[in-house]
């Protein structure tokens, strides 16, 4: 059985920092792309940053300089390291995995991508 469990999330004034964790089970970590998603109410779903077998990544445009992704296939677990928080950033963020490596960075913000999707961890960022 696959999960990807989000942890980290919380309340956080403007300029804060906050780091997301996501723990995998139930696959073979190193062979999936991972990635982040966020959805805020009234918006559609979109993805934040994501992370390739081969390690190359892509991030949004609204959180490059901000927010860095990375992963540690030995504890099969993604990161996402969130500085300079802004309140347009609070919604629900998600994981994601899918299986094999994606040769364009652009791809890898597609939700369409994705086949596994964790539960999701709740940012608020307070002015």
């Known amino acids: 059985q696959v999960q990807l469990v989000e942890s980290g999330g919380g309340s956080v004034q403007s300029g804060g920092s906050l780091r997301l964790s996501c723990a995998a089970s139930g696959i073979d970590y190193r062979l999936y792309s991972m990635g982040w998603f966020r959805h805020a109410p009234g918006k559609e779903r979109e993805g934040v940053a994501a992370?390739?077998?081969?390690?190359?990544?892509a991030h949004a445009d609204s959180v490059k300089g901000r927010f860095t992704i990375s992963r540690d296939n030995a504890k099969n677990t993604l990161y996402l390291q969130m500085n300079i928080l802004k309140p347009e950033d609070t919604a629900m963020y998600y994981c994601?995995?899918?299986?094999?490596?994606?040769?364009?960075?652009?791809?890898?913000?597609?939700?369409?991508?994705?086949?596994?999707w964790g539960q999701g961890t709740q940012v608020t960022v307070s002015s």
């Open positions: 992370i390739s077998t081969d390690g190359r990544t």
């Open positions: 994601a995995g899918v299986f094999g490596t994606v040769s364009f960075p652009s791809r890898l913000l597609l939700n369409s991508l994705y086949t596994y």
